[in-house]
């Protein structure tokens, strides 16, 4: 198994290997494969919050429609996020909002530098406070690079290799990036993720965080 990669000022992340377990992540690849055709050109939020696709920043598709997938993910998340909320030291309420994505990156697909939280209020009554990705692919794997670089504020980083069945999580407001993927041009070759981003009011707006 591959090792997260890590400079001495390592950011603050948690990986969990073996997050949701073969039979579970090949329902994930078998549903990407069933809706192909459904997944489209990523954007990213500028920082005018301003939705866009610009595949120098970011090449990447999506699916945002999971069926019952959803429900079952963001279960299993919730076994998890009191572990990950204390270890990261993350307040988030009782009963989080949670926002779900398939993603995939193709030969040439990353994301270029960027936190997932906003620098400054968006209009939303809550913020993304935990970001998590669920790493997983076709068998036998037949892509390289990807990996997820989390950045820490004295420039140290942390490469976390997107590996099969892999959860990774860390503070939404980190800055990390996506490295290059490269593959062969079938759908199915691809980097496959799930984004899970646990929302918490913004400051000042109930219910407040419990810590
Ligand atoms: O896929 C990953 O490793 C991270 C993806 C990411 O940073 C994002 O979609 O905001
Ligand atoms: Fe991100």
Known sequence: MDAPMTTAATPAHVVID???????AGELMQFALEHESEFHQSRFYTAEREARVD???RDSSHLLELGPLRAAFAASVDVVLARLTSELNVCLPSETKKEIE???Y???GFFKR???APPRPDGHDSVRALTLVYYFHALPKRFDGGEL????????FADVAP???????FPSTALHEVRPTRCASAFADGRFSINCWVRRPREGQSPSPSC
């Not at 073996?18 to 579970?24: C, D, Q």
């Not at 670089?149 to 140290?156: T, V």
């Not at 590996?163 to 999580?169: E, F, I, S």
């Open 18 to 24: 073996g997050f949701l377990g073969a039979a579970r």
């Open 55 to 57: 595949t120098s920043v």
């Open 102 to 104: 398939m993603v995939r």
């Open 106 to 108: 193709g030969d040439g």
């Open 114 to 116: 960027h936190a997932d």
């Open 149 to 156: 670089r989390l950045f820490s504020p004295d420039a140290g």
């Open 163 to 169: 590996v099969y069945d892999r959860l990774v999580a």
